[in-house]
């Protein structure tokens, strides 16, 4: 129950408050050049922004979700996955 809501939390509030945070310091550092809120340049680089923060976060969750797998039998018998099952036996009784 509790990873429903730190998901939602990290999907639903996060990134807009992230979004507006880093808008608004891109904006005050000048490496954008400001913009106001109503125009279409304004929202077109929140989009960016939006897109590209997400997109992160997608790519991290990936990594560390790889990271994190545990080895499978194939790998901890030291055989390939197309293994035949004679050799995949003999391989099980020697270890």
């Given amino acids: 129950m509790s990873?429903?809501?730190a998901s939602t939390?990290?999907?639903s509030i996060l990134p807009p408050l992230l979004t507006s945070t880093i808008q608004s310091t891109l904006y005050s550092n000048n490496f954008l050049t400001r913009q106001h809120?109503?125009?279409?340049q304004f929202?077109?680089?929140?989009?960016?922004?939006y897109?590209?923060?997400?997109?992160a976060y997608l790519f991290y969750t990936l990594y560390s979700a790889f990271n994190t797998l545990e080895p499978t039998l194939y790998d901890l018998l030291g055989v390939?996955?197309?293994v035949s099952s004679?050799?995949?036996r003999s391989r099980f009784k020697q270890l």
Avoid: G, N
């Fill in 3 to 5: 990873e429903y809501f």
């Fill in 9 to 11: 939390l990290t999907y």
């Fill in 37 to 40: 809120p109503q125009s279409p």
């Fill in 43 to 49: 929202r077109r680089d929140r989009k960016v922004i």
């Fill in 51 to 55: 897109t590209l923060l997400v997109l």
């Fill in 80 to 82: 390939p996955t197309d």
């Fill in 86 to 88: 004679a050799e995949l």
